[in-house]
């Protein structure tokens, strides 16, 4: 996830949705590991036949981690191709050769919004209460970042993709960690969990991808890098905080 502004490519900009409010507790239980009900098959098969394994019930705090992720995640991917889509008209203007690159960078991340926004539909989890403030916050961040110049543009990138990455990471650690814990103990883990793990991690590797087009096109001449790359990573390291819990 990784927060940011709106789309001016050459394509009409996109109508953003936010999933409807919805009771999420039971929905997200489904996830990863409802307790197998299924009877033992009847009389008449082998007995030598090992029994299904059970899936484990999610605790409180399983819940709640995994309405949490999917509900920063969705807003950090919402700030991202709203930072691209302010940034694209000043820079493509100034360097057009940059079109491609900048196109290329919003569709991935209206790509991964998309995901996030099916997934917490999905799963009946609310969104963030903030995505307005996001919304104003990430577009002034990509819109004034252009202004100030190619470099500072990606100096942007630089700092939010280097969060971003780390955010996901965790994300990622966290839910191996529980289908570790669960195989160790002899549960199934559902192969829903398994596919949300693939899809962060194809997530956080094209937004590390970001980072290096970013360094590759001077992220680090931007002027004074050290406190605009600074200043925007604790920005999003507080978005994504109270993001968590809003």
């Known amino acids: 996830m990784v927060m940011a502004p709106t789309r001016c490519l ?3 900009a996109r109508l953003i949705c936010i999933c409807p409010r919805a009771i999420h507790r039971p929905a997200i239980r489904t996830l990863s590991t409802t ?9 008449g098969k082998s007995s030598n036949q090992s029994a299904p394994k059970k899936r484990k019930p999610l605790t409180k705090e399983q819940r709640e981690f995994l309405s949490s992720a999917l509900r920063v995640n969705q807003a950090g991917e919402l700030a991202a191709t709203l930072i691209y889509t302010a940034q694209t ?33 999905r799963h009946r989890v609310r969104p ?6 996001w919304s104003v916050l990430a577009t002034g961040l990509g819109w004034s970042t252009a202004v100030m110049g190619r470099e500072a543009a990606m100096a ?13 990471n965790a994300q990622i650690r966290t839910l191996l ?57 604790a920005g999003c390291r507080g978005a994504i905080w109270v993001s968590e819990r809003v």
């Not at 307790?35 to 009389?43: D, E, F, G, T």
Request: aromatic content about 6%; glycine content about 4%; overall charge negative.
């Open 89 to 121: 008209p000043p820079i493509v203007r100034r360097h057009p050769h940059l079109r491609p690159l900048m196109a290329h960078m919003y569709d991935q991340e209206a790509a991964h919004f998309d995901t996030f926004n099916a997934l917490i539909h």
């Open 10 to 12: 050459a394509r009409p």
């Open 177 to 233: 960690e529980m289908i570790t814990g669960w195989e160790a103990e002899g549960y199934e883990v559902g192969e829903e969990l398994r596919e949300l793990v693939d899809t962060l991690r194809r997530i956080r590797d094209e937004e590390l991808e970001h980072l290096d087009h970013a360094v590759e096109h001077d992220s680090k001449k931007a002027e004074p890098h050290w406190l605009l790359t600074n200043v925007i990573r």
């Open 35 to 43: 307790a197998n009900r299924s009877q033992a098959s009847s009389s």
């Open 156 to 168: 942007c990138t630089e700092a939010v993709e280097t969060e971003i990455g780390g955010h996901y």
């Open 128 to 133: 963030t209460a903030l995505y307005p403030v």
